[in-house]
Nanobody, 129 residues
Framework: QVQLVESGGRLVQAGGSLRLSCAASGRTFSDYAMGWFRQVPGKEREFVAAIRWRGSRTYYADSLKGRFTITMDNAKKTVYLQMNSLKPEDTAVYYC??????????????????????WGQGTQVTVSS
């Protein structure tokens, strides 16, 4: 089993920055991917970004490229999401997820939440205008 714990969510003003963290514990895998998704009430969960351990390839939602950056610290088993120039529409619960056996390097593979088999509890990000 893998446990994921997110942190860093809080209230921030529009234009500000936040860094979310997701600490992983439990089993280790020869290759894996970590992703961030977000969700607002009444809407489907939305892909934000992902990073694959093997090759350190990153993937982003097109609408968020340039503002959000995903990184990974393998020694700390932690993935980060740096969010800059935040907008009120970025308000959501942000979830960390892990894919213990990624099967593709294709971007579209990582956009689907069905590829991820472990999820954190989420952290609330609220951006005020």
């Amino acid at each position: 089993q893998v446990q994921l714990v997110e942190s860093g969510g809080r209230l921030v003003q529009a234009g500000g920055s936040l860094r979310l963290s997701c600490a992983a514990s439990g089993r280790t895998f020869s290759d894996y991917a970590m992703g961030w998704f977000r969700q607002v009430p009444g809407k489907e969960r939305e892909f934000v970004a992902a990073i694959r351990w093997r090759g350190s390839r990153t993937y982003y939602a097109d609408s968020l490229k340039g503002r959000f950056t995903i990184t990974m610290d393998n020694a700390k088993k932690t993935v980060y999401l740096q969010m800059n120039s935040l907008k009120p529409e970025d308000t959501a619960v942000y979830y960390c997820a892990a894919d213990s056996a990624p099967k593709s390097y294709s971007s579209s593979y990582y956009y689907s939440d069905r590829q991820y088999d472990y999820w954190g509890q989420g952290t609330q990000v609220t951006v005020s205008s």
